[in-house]
Nanobody, 119 residues
Framework: QVQLVESGGGLVQPGGSLRLSCAASASGIIFSLFDVGWYRQAPGKQRELVAA???????NYIDSVKGRFTISRDNAKKTVYLQMNSLKPDDTAVYYC???????????WGQGTQVTVSS
C-alpha cells in the first residue's frame, strides 16, 4: 500500500509563499514511473487539478496558477513538491497530492493540507 503524506500548508497573507511536500512512504516502488499531480478543493466547489508532472517529466498547470506555482519531484526521495508564490485569496483550498502508478487504474491520495490565503 502506498501512503502519501503531505505537509507545508498553513495561513499566509496575499502575495506570500508556501511550499507543499508530498512524500510516498511505501518502499519497493519505482516512484519515477508514477504520474503525480496536485489537486485542490474549496468549499462548495469541485476538486480541480492544479499542476501535474507525469513520469515523462513535462509539467502542466491550470491557467490561474501559471507563472506563480511550480511543481517538481525528487524521485530518489519519493517526494513531490508544489512551490506556490504570489498567493491569492482564490488559492484558498485543501490541497491533495495524487499519484498514479503505471498500468494500474488506481489513484493514491494524500490526506489533504489546508492552504488559507487571507489578510
Amino acid at each position: 500500500q502506498v501512503q502519501l503524506v503531505e505537509s507545508g500548508g498553513g495561513l499566509v497573507q496575499p502575495g506570500g509563499s508556501l511550499r507543499l511536500s508530498c512524500a510516498a512512504s511505501a518502499s519497493g516502488i519505482i516512484f519515477s514511473l508514477f504520474d503525480v499531480g496536485w489537486y485542490r478543493q474549496a468549499p462548495g466547489k469541485q476538486r480541480e487539478l492544479v499542476a501535474a508532472i507525469p513520469r515523462g517529466g513535462s509539467t502542466n498547470y491550470i491557467d490561474s496558477v501559471k507563472g506563480r506555482f511550480t511543481i517538481s519531484r525528487d524521485n530518489a526521495k519519493k517526494t513531490v513538491y508544489l512551490q506556490m508564490n504570489s498567493l491569492k485569496p482564490d488559492d484558498t483550498a485543501v490541497y491533495y497530492c495524487n499519484a498514479r502508478p503505471p498500468l494500474v487504474n488506481y489513484d493514491y491520495w494524500g490526506q489533504g493540507t489546508q492552504v488559507t490565503v487571507s489578510s
